[in-house]
């Protein structure tokens, strides 16, 4: 059998050429296949470059005039220094008015979201024929900056602090309405399908079974938007709707740079101290939330656990223990520790937006007087008269917008990549990166736009630096956070092989990164087309600053026109992001 094994091995191996099967060509590299979302990657990434080449050769972008450019915006800030800070009582008195100008529209912005966003809800059984109209206002109201809000109603209103405050509210709404309305949506349909099959109406319904599910998403987006809106009442002062930015326009108006620079100081100080405020709040009120109902959800498992071991030792047993242990009557509410701390937070709040409302001077005859302003404001925007400037400047604005935000993420990606832990060549090198990061996003957008003007004169020019450098900021900060969130493995694996880093990187961490890369890219886009609006205000070019000049001229029928031209193509870039992002993500 050996040998007949042996002789079976050199024939075996003789004819294993005339039984193999044909020969094929080599083909080749292996490349993985074309998808829509590699399709939509690729367009979206030449899009970026041929907006951002349109955008430099709109607005005479050259290497030689950027270089001009920031030695005229360097000897503007050497005339800048040393800031001249104002009197402690002017400063304090400044930041109390931008706080309860944010407190105040906040606050009116949150009453007015409960009854809209569970309209607009699909959820909501009431009449369906208010439903359209519910979610048109809250796409017209997030469409429309603050600050064009502003414009407007010092124009109705007058010069001050209300104006300011309307302004925050009615485009908050926008934010807070959408957003509640999600989590109407996303609610547990049990309990009110309950409540309606005993008989409650709509809004019995919403009060006692929804809105108690949806408050503490309900405070978590609050307490977001009031950090935005502190920072965009501390520039409202700008169109004279009261806060501090109206000592800024004062200071840089009259050109005393040095006060200006001191007033820029005491603005991002606040916006630093305030974001970290904010931070401290929402982990103090939401976790101990969520910490709660984690333990709830624990606690019901352990009582049903006990209920049916209960009821196993007692089915043959009459005599076992009670099933349930012994509680506090269900009369009784429980007035512990954190119950306490909650109730007397509610009336805190409560009190700081009344005092918010009244330091507003909601004078009668004041808001009597306005309404002749209204009528007329309302009456002269129909028709909207359109006009071939109106698109160019609406043109300008969507490429300096577009143009900053491509080579933001460009450079963001740059400044992500030194400050992620997982890619930074040095930890040292990360934190000090971070902390400039910080400090440059506390500027808010139009702090630079005014700077510039200042700097380099009127012009998309001026408005294009300024977003470029919120945008770099902005994208740096997402996509840190990104990379820091990707799978380590991959990079583990190739660095332990022996892969540069280079290497590592290109193969383990930025296939993992392009979704993200593309999806926050994507959101710093829309946000930067809302702010081109409001720095076209400040003179640094696009639709806002012909939407401040019909204002002032009285021509409110192409105010009109400016808004919806302004709300259609923010909604179309939103519309193109999400879908994007629904393809890649």
């Given at each position: 059998?050996?040998?007949?094994?042996?002789?079976?091995?050199?024939?075996?191996?003789?004819?294993?050429?005339?039984?193999?099967?044909?020969?094929?060509?080599d083909p080749g590299p292996?490349?993985?296949?074309?998808?829509?979302?590699?399709?939509?990657?690729?367009?979206?990434?030449?899009?970026?470059?041929?907006?951002?080449?349109?955008?430099?050769?709109?607005?005479?972008?050259?290497?030689?005039?950027?270089?001009?450019?920031?030695?005229?915006?360097?000897?503007?800030?050497?005339?800048?220094?040393?800031?001249?800070?104002?009197?402690?009582?002017?400063?304090?008195?400044?930041?109390?008015?931008?706080?309860?100008?944010?407190?105040?529209?906040?606050?009116?912005?949150?009453?007015?979201?409960?009854?809209?966003?569970?309209?607009?809800?699909?959820?909501?059984?009431?009449?369906?024929?208010?439903?359209?109209?519910?979610?048109?206002?809250?796409?017209?109201?997030?469409?429309?900056?603050?600050?064009?809000?502003?414009?407007?109603?010092?124009?109705?209103?007058?010069?001050?602090?209300?104006?300011?405050?309307?302004?925050?509210?009615?485009?908050?709404?926008?934010?807070?309405?959408?957003?509640?309305?999600?989590?109407?949506?996303?609610?547990?349909?049990?309990?009110?399908?309950?409540?309606?099959?005993?008989?409650?109406?709509?809004?019995?319904?919403?009060?006692?079974?929804?809105?108690?599910?949806?408050?503490?998403?309900?405070?978590?987006?609050?307490?977001?938007?009031?950090?935005?809106?502190?920072?965009?009442?501390?520039?409202?002062?700008?169109?004279?709707?009261?806060?501090?930015?109206?000592?800024?326009?004062?200071?840089?108006?009259?050109?005393?740079?040095?006060?200006?620079?001191?007033?820029?100081?005491?603005?991002?100080?606040?916006?630093?101290?305030?974001?970290?405020?904010?931070?401290?709040?929402?982990?103090?009120?939401?976790?101990?939330?969520?910490?709660?109902?984690?333990?709830?959800?624990?606690?019901?498992?352990?009582?049903?656990?006990?209920?049916?071991?209960?009821?196993?030792?007692?089915?043959?047993?009459?005599?076992?223990?009670?099933?349930?242990?012994?509680?506090?009557?269900?009369?009784?509410?429980?007035?512990?520790?954190?119950?306490?701390?909650?109730?007397?937070?509610?009336?805190?709040?409560?009190?700081?937006?009344?005092?918010?409302?009244?330091?507003?001077?909601?004078?009668?005859?004041?808001?009597?007087?306005?309404?002749?302003?209204?009528?007329?404001?309302?009456?002269?925007?129909?028709?909207?008269?359109?006009?071939?400037?109106?698109?160019?400047?609406?043109?300008?604005?969507?490429?300096?917008?577009?143009?900053?935000?491509?080579?933001?993420?460009?450079?963001?990606?740059?400044?992500?990549?030194?400050?992620?832990?997982?890619?930074?060549?040095?930890?040292?090198?990360?934190?000090?990166?971070?902390?400039?990061?910080?400090?440059?996003?506390?500027?808010?957008?139009?702090?630079?736009?005014?700077?510039?003007?200042?700097?380099?004169?009127?012009?998309?020019?001026?408005?294009?630096?300024?977003?470029?450098?919120?945008?770099?900021?902005?994208?740096?900060?997402?996509?840190?956070?990104?990379?820091?969130?990707?799978?380590?493995?991959?990079?583990?694996?190739?660095?332990?092989?022996?892969?540069?880093?280079?290497?590592?990187?290109?193969?383990?961490?930025?296939p993992q990164f392009v979704?993200?890369?593309?999806?926050?890219?994507?959101?710093v886009a829309d946000l930067?087309?809302?702010?081109?609006?409001?720095?076209?205000?400040?003179?640094?070019?696009?639709?806002?600053?012909?939407?401040?000049?019909?204002?002032?001229?009285?021509?409110?029928?192409?105010?009109?026109?400016?808004?919806?031209?302004?709300?259609?193509?923010?909604?179309?870039?939103?519309?193109?992001?999400?879908?994007?992002?629904?393809?890649?993500?």
């Amino acid at each position: 059998m050996l040998s007949a094994m042996a002789g079976w091995g050199p024939a075996m191996v003789s004819t294993t050429p005339a039984t193999r099967a044909p020969a094929t060509a080599d083909p080749g590299p292996l490349r993985p296949p074309w998808s829509a979302r590699a399709l939509i990657a690729a367009g979206l990434l030449v899009a970026a470059v041929a907006v951002t080449w349109l955008t430099f050769w709109w607005i005479g972008l050259s290497p030689a005039s950027l270089a001009a450019g920031l030695d005229d915006t360097a000897r503007l800030l050497r005339r800048m220094w040393p800031p001249d800070l104002p009197r402690a009582g002017d400063v304090a008195w400044m930041i109390v008015e931008t706080l309860l100008i944010a407190v105040a529209g906040t606050g009116l912005a949150a009453l007015a979201s409960v009854p809209l966003a569970f309209v607009a809800a699909r959820t909501h059984k009431g009449p369906r024929r208010l439903r359209p109209p519910a979610r048109a206002v809250i796409v017209l109201t997030r469409a429309v900056p603050t600050l064009a809000f502003a414009i407007l109603f010092v124009r109705i209103f007058g010069l001050g602090p209300l104006a300011g405050a309307l302004a925050v509210a009615v485009h908050s709404v926008g934010m807070i309405a959408k957003l509640l309305t999600d989590a109407v949506e996303e609610a547990d349909p049990v309990p009110a399908e309950a409540a309606r099959a005993c008989g409650a109406g709509e809004v019995q319904v919403a009060v006692s079974s929804v809105l108690p599910r949806v408050f503490p998403a309900l405070a978590g987006i609050v307490l977001y938007r009031l950090d935005i809106n502190i920072r965009a009442s501390a520039v409202l002062g700008v169109v004279g709707a009261g806060g501090i930015g109206v000592a800024l326009q004062t200071a840089l108006g009259s050109l005393n740079y040095h006060r200006a620079a001191g007033i820029i100081c005491v603005i991002v100080v606040l916006v630093l101290l305030l974001e970290l405020l904010s931070v401290t709040v929402r982990r103090t009120v939401l976790r101990p939330t969520v910490r709660r109902r984690t333990a709830s959800r624990t606690s019901r498992r352990d009582l049903v656990g006990r209920d049916t071991g209960a009821a196993g030792r007692t089915a043959g047993d009459t005599t076992g223990t009670a099933a349930l242990p012994g509680g506090r009557a269900p009369h009784d509410v429980g007035w512990d520790r954190g119950r306490v701390l909650r109730v007397a937070g509610a009336i805190a709040t409560g009190v700081v937006f009344l005092v918010s409302l009244w330091s507003l001077d909601p004078d009668p005859g004041r808001l009597s007087g306005a309404w002749p302003n209204l009528r007329a404001v309302l009456t002269g925007m129909w028709p909207p008269a359109f006009s071939g400037d109106l698109l160019m400047a609406v043109l300008e604005s969507l490429l300096m917008a577009l143009g900053a935000a491509a080579v933001g993420a460009a450079c963001g990606l740059v400044l992500a990549l030194l400050t992620a832990v997982n890619t930074t060549p040095w930890r040292p090198l990360s934190a000090m990166v971070r902390v400039l990061l910080v400090v440059v996003r506390g500027i808010p957008d139009l702090v630079y736009a005014l700077l510039f003007v200042a700097a380099l004169g009127l012009g998309p020019y001026a408005g294009f630096l300024a977003l470029w450098i919120s945008s770099t900021a902005l994208a740096a900060k997402f996509f840190a956070d990104s990379l820091e969130q990707l799978d380590p493995l991959p990079h583990e694996a190739l660095t332990s092989v022996g892969a540069r880093r280079w290497q590592a990187f290109a193969a383990g961490i930025w296939p993992q990164f392009v979704p993200s890369f593309t999806g926050n890219g994507l959101f710093v886009a829309d946000l930067a087309l809302r702010e081109s609006v409001v720095l076209g205000i400040a003179g640094a070019g696009g639709v806002g600053y012909l939407m401040q000049e019909s204002i002032a001229t009285l021509r409110y029928d192409t105010t009109a026109a400016i808004v919806i031209a302004i709300a259609v193509v923010v909604y179309a870039i939103e519309t193109l992001a999400r879908i994007a992002r629904r393809h890649l993500l």
